[in-house]
């Protein structure tokens, strides 16, 4: 047996008041409303009846803050799963708007299907699949939970969608607090071998909806 489902959980509003791409930079914790969000997504969780029987979380601080809730709600001790983490970025530090001004920045904006500016996105497919497998494979039953990032997650589903990775970061479909679900699938069999087995994305819903009118998302790579 293997876990029914994964969630990757987006962490809730982060305290930004200056605007800051912060990636990677320690001391970028939720807000007050961000945590409002996290306790959202942990609701929508809850109340959907599954049993939840791990939970793991990328190293920053944002995503621990927001898996807190998730872990009251199902009694778990969340692990730290490095390959969930931000991609690394360029503008890291910077107020982007700003660095986009900027000359000597424009070299790293040359190759957008990549991209130039940070983390290759097959590097970061590679990782984000690895761990999606490696958790279905984590736990006897039930589900798991991963809370990461935005870019992470939505090169994830553009992955088992068979999508192309290059897209405008403004439509990225991957809200604060949201969570995207996915299934293992066996496959199409043949009168040989079975085919392995791959995953599908089977939902997508954004607990915290009523709140993203007042909040900020400026920080995400």
């Known amino acids: ?3 029914s489902q994964v969630h990757l959980v987006r962490h809730g509003e982060v305290f930004n008041p200056d605007g800051i791409l912060y990636g990677r930079l320690p001391g970028f914790g939720l807000s007050k409303l961000g945590h409002r969000m996290a ?4 609701d929508e ?6 049993p939840v029987t791990a939970l793991r979380v990328s190293p920053l601080q944002r995503t621990r803050e927001s898996a807190r809730p998730v872990a009251a709600a199902f009694d778990l001790e969340p692990v730290v799963d490095d390959r969930i983490i931000e991609p690394t970025n360029r503008f890291e530090g910077t107020v982007m708007r700003r660095a986009l001004k900027r000359p ?3 070299p790293f904006l040359v190759n957008p299907a990549r991209p130039s500016w940070g983390e290759a996105y097959t590097s970061i497919e590679s990782r984000m699949l690895a761990a999606i497998d490696e958790a279905f494979d984590s736990v006897p039953d039930g589900d798991v939970v991963l809370v990461s990032h935005q870019l992470p997650i939505w090169v ?3 992955s088992v969608a068979g999508e192309r990775f290059w897209h405008d970061p403004r439509n990225r ?3 604060l607090s ?8 066996a496959g199409d069999a043949t009168e040989a071998t079975e085919a392995p087995s791959r995953l599908v ?5 954004e607990p915290a909806a009523g709140l993203l009118a007042a909040a900020t998302d400026v920080g995400a790579v």
Do not use: K, P
């Open 178 to 185: 949201s969570i995207t679900s996915f299934e293992r699938s």
């Open 39 to 42: 306790q959202s997504a942990a």
């Open 1 to 3: 047996m293997v876990a």
């Open 45 to 50: 969780l809850r109340d959907r009846g599954r």
């Open 173 to 175: 479909r991957c809200a």
């Open 201 to 205: 994305e089977v939902g997508y819903v």
């Open 156 to 158: 994830s589903h553009l």
């Open 104 to 106: 000597a920045n424009w």
